[in-house]
């Protein structure tokens, strides 16, 4: 499960473990109130991770590969700098 969290101008998102989303939603209202809200889930493990994201009527809005969107971060500047000086 992963959760965002908003607080001010700040936003994270955490993953947690479904054994302990429970605690960790708990925790969240007690400490957040109604600033929080779930977003999605990650599945499968490794190469095979994906991040999905949904609506709150449940339409699926991203469906990620967690391999990508790593890669994607990773390389971003080596990527946009090849792009620029064409090497």
Known sequence: ???????????????????????????????????????????????AAQLQIYSSDQTCLINASLAVMGDRWENAIANRLSVSTGI
């Open 1 to 47: 499960m992963s959760c965002y969290l908003e607080r001010g101008g700040a936003r994270i998102i955490v993953s947690v473990a479904p054994e302990h989303s429970a605690t960790w939603e708990a925790y969240l209202q007690q400490t957040l109130g109604d600033f929080w809200q779930v977003l999605g889930t990650v599945s499968g493990e490794g190469t």
